[in-house]
């Protein structure tokens, strides 16, 4: 049997994408408001930040990888005009609902599916970019699923990476306390689940560091990799490019 992580659990590989789906199914009706509680609304920012670096131009093709609730993929249609496309896509059924709901409710119709980051199912060199926001920490080959996303962009095409990272070490002990302390409490109290919560903190820490995952893109193909640390660490944003 091979093992893999679920937060500091370790769990047989096939069960992880369950346990996982079972924490966003949990939380899905709940998300956008935890997240804006947990980061004190500086999310909106990453994912601001994160929208300018894709640099797109009307016409281009956007795969959105574990898209949630939608954030990113209302903004990168913005970019894109009528004559582009963002495809949304989630694991979870529950979060892609959510968030094709609320697509909706602001006006726009994207192609919306369910699909495994490690087994995506379009053509090779077909998307001018990739992201994948908080969603990378919970696949179990991290490894192939960046190989599926290197397959999947044009040459010269961009992978986006925003996750929570490691954070500055003076600020280590109080993001822990924050992480396990805090953080479960306010799960239950808004969510009504704290260990989903405290769940998030454990990948955070199981999660590889910012060199790590620079190492993990090169190693998956891509030519070219950067990263950006945000709040101190609190989150990286990577950018690879496929040559």
Not at 17 to 22: E, I
Not at 36 to 50: I, N
Request: proline fraction near 3%; charged fraction near 25%.
């Amino acid at each position: 049997m091979s093992t893999t992580h679920f937060g500091f659990k370790t769990v047989d590989e096939k069960e992880k994408a369950q346990h996982v789906r079972g924490v966003f199914d949990s939380v899905a009706s709940k998300y956008d408001v935890m997240n804006d509680l947990m980061s004190m609304g500086l999310h909106r920012v990453w994912k601001a930040y994160t929208v300018q670096l894709a640099n797109l131009k009307e016409g281009d093709q956007v795969l959105d990888i574990a898209g949630g609730t939608g954030d990113l993929s209302m903004a990168f249609a913005k970019k894109v005009g009528p004559t582009g496309r963002v495809v949304h896509t989630d694991i979870n059924e529950a979060m892609l609902s959510t968030g094709r709901d609320r697509l909706v409710d602001h006006g726009l119709a994207l192609p919306t599916l369910v699909c495994d980051a490690e087994k995506l199912p379009f053509p090779d060199n077909h998307f001018n970019v990739v992201s994948v926001a908080f969603g990378l920490r919970n696949m179990t080959h991290k490894d192939v699923a960046l190989k599926e996303m290197c397959r999947v962009l044009k040459p010269g095409g961009k992978l986006l990476v925003l996750e929570f990272s490691k954070v500055a070490k003076p600020l280590e002990k109080v993001y822990d306390w924050y992480s396990f302390k805090i953080l479960p409490h306010m799960g239950k109290l808004v969510a009504g689940d704290a260990d989903s919560y405290r769940y998030l903190a454990e990948s955070i820490r199981m999660h590889p560091g910012q060199e790590e995952l620079k190492t993990l893109m090169k190693n998956a193909g891509f030519g070219h990799v950067d990263f950006h640390n945000l709040s101190a660490g609190v989150v990286a944003l990577h950018m690879g490019i496929k040559c």
